[in-house]
C-alpha cells in the first residue's frame, strides 16, 4: 500500500483544491457595536444550476492509519464543511488527472478550520477523528445526480 503522510492545512497548500475557512489574519470588518469580527466571503461558493443549502452531518469518527479505498467529487457544485466543535478532522484531496484522480494528499485540519472544496475537487469521505463529527455543510441543492465516486485499485494508507 502507498503511504501518504499528513501534512498541516494551510491556505497556501490547498489552494489548487479549494479554500481554508478560518479566522487567521484580522478580520475584514468590525460589527454589532464593535463586539464582532467579521470575516468576509471566505470561501468561493460555485454551482452550475441549484441553489446553495445548509445540511448537517453527524459522521462516524475515524483513526489514523486511516486506509483510502475511494474519493469522490461533484461537478456541479462546490461544497464547504465547517465542523461544529473545535476538534481537529482529516482533509484528503486529490489532483484531477484526465478525469480520474492523481495521487492523494492528506492534511489535518487544526481547531476551528473549515474547507471548501471548489467544484468537480477529488475529495476523501468526512473524517472527523473524534466525537461528536458534527458539520454544518453548504453544498448543491438541485436536480440529478452530482456526485462521481473514484475507486482505487490499489488504497493508500494515510498516516501520521
Known amino acids: 500500500m502507498t503511504r501518504i503522510a499528513l501534512q498541516p492545512l494551510t491556505a497556501e497548500a490547498f489552494a489548487p483544491f479549494g479554500d481554508v475557512l478560518d479566522t487567521s489574519g484580522a478580520p475584514d470588518r468590525i460589527i454589532n ?48 464543511f465547517l465542523p461544529m466543535s473545535e476538534a481537529p478532522f482529516l482533509v484528503v484531496v486529490a489532483p484531477d488527472e484526465g478525469g480520474t484522480p492523481g495521487r492523494p494528499r492528506a492534511f489535518l485540519t487544526q481547531a476551528g478550520q473549515g474547507v471548501n472544496y471548489h467544484r468537480g475537487v477529488w475529495h476523501g469521505v468526512l473524517c472527523p477523528l473524534s466525537a461528536p463529527g458534527l458539520f454544518a455543510v453548504v453544498d448543491r441543492i438541485g436536480a440529478g445526480p452530482n456526485l462521481e465516486e473514484h475507486w482505487f485499485t490499489e488504497p493508500y494508507l494515510i498516516e501520521t
Do not use: K, N, Y
Open 33 to 80: 457595536q464593535g463586539l464582532c469580527g467579521r470575516f468576509h466571503d471566505r470561501a468561493a461558493l460555485d454551482f452550475a444550476d441549484g441553489r446553495a443549502g445548509i445540511s448537517l452531518f453527524r459522521a462516524e469518527p475515524r483513526t489514523l492509519p486511516l486506509v483510502l479505498d475511494m474519493v469522490e467529487r461533484h461537478p456541479d457544485g462546490s461544497q464547504a
